[in-house]
């Protein structure tokens, strides 16, 4: 699955494609076009800032896509980023329904446009050019106003939603890692800085991690998925969708690709693990284990078992 695919060819599989393309992280839209009464909006991740002088965005919209219409007759488009919160949002804009918009909260921006709540930004923008984009359509805005809220943004990497962290240093300040004298009042801080040293270990141990998970050829969403269906089988597509933190056409794609390897398959229960599947779990959980107890190994029990009390105190009860 790792496999290089060979330059030139332009007869890729799409699934395939899709799926190295989603090594590309970017953060969430919702992008909203009104025309009198007609009131769209469609999830989309291939906005992209064009210009700033002049102020130019660009977003695509799928050729096949109901919104079509009211985006092509619609003067104005606003494109709003998505806060982390907002996973519900996202989905509900991503697949079809009757009015997309009840029970959301909006307000009206520049040119008409729909600009709603809680988001990390917007821009409202004139829609000044189509272009021809394959299986897209290419739109292309001038931004006339916006707005900026600077939350944490939604992410999508990968087939999953994510969040963005700082990215911690590579070498841990000098005193963290030895437990010796800092250099200077910073380090120091930081060397006593339970956030920045959660943040440390998450990074410590991922990177130890992620090379054995990466072996197995499975992304996390994908890897996910098959854990949770070995629990049981599942039939309600919104449901897998929100126990696995990802889009349910992402689900639907994923089983799609899980069925082409036998993994899944389709019974009157709904989407169920084979047992080639079970054993992929077994294989995962196992890998999962062995790396716990390797970095775990020169910590005592009773060390562990307080470390895993406290994250789960902060995780339960943030102040
Ligand atoms: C994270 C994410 C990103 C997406 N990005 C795009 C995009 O850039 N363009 C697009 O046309 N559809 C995109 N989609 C799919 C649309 O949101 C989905 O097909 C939606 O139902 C289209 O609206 P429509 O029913 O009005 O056609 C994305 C979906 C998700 C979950």
Redesign the pocket.
């Known amino acids: 699955m790792n496999a290089p695919h060979p330059a030139g060819s332009t007869a890729f599989d799409p699934r395939i494609l899709r799926r190295a393309l989603g090594n590309f992280a970017t953060g ?1 839209t919702i992008v909203t076009a009104r025309d009198g009464e007609d009131m ?1 909006g ?5 906005f992209s800032s064009v210009s700033l002088d002049p102020p130019l965005v660009l ?4 050729k096949r ?3 079509l219409p009211v985006f092509r007759r619609a003067t104005h488009f606003a494109v709003n980023v998505l806060a982390m919160d907002q996973i519900e949002l ?1 989905n509900r ?4 329904h009757e009015d997309r918009y009840a029970g959301v909260s909006w307000r009206t921006g520049e040119g008409g446009c729909i600009l709603l709540d809680g988001t990390s930004a917007n821009f409202q923008c004139e829609k000044v050019e189509i272009l021809e984009g394959g299986d ?1 359509w290419i739109l292309i805005g001038r931004v006339r106003a916006f707005e900026d809220r600077g939350t944490a943004p939604l992410l ?1 990497h990968q087939g999953s939603y994510a969040m963005a962290l700082p990215h911690p240093r590579r070498q841990p300040p000098q005193g963290v890692a030895a437990g010796g004298a800092a250099a200077n009042d910073l380090q120091a801080r930081l060397a006593d800085h339970p956030y920045f040293l959660m943040t440390q270990a998450v990074r410590s141990y991922q990177e130890s991690y992620q090379p054995r998970q990466i072996q197995t050829g499975w992304r996390p969403g994908e890897a996910r998925l098959l854990m949770i269906l070995n629990d049981g089988p599942a039939r309600d597509m919104a449901a897998l969708a929100r126990q696995a933190d990802m ?1 349910q ?2 689900v639907e794609q994923t089983l799609d690709l899980l069925r082409s390897r036998d993994l899944v398959e389709r019974t009157p229960d709904g989407e169920t693990l084979t047992e080639a599947g079970a054993t992929q779990v077994r294989g995962i959980w196992a890998m999962a284990r062995s790396h716990e107890e390797r970095v775990f190994a020169r910590f005592d029990r009773t060390q562990v078992e307080t470390f895993k009390q406290v994250l789960r105190g902060i995780i339960a009860a943030p102040a």
């Open positions: 969430v769209v469609v999830t989309a991740n291939s977003w695509s919209i799928d896509s109901g919104s996202s804009y991503a697949r079809p897209h999508y889009p056409h992402q």
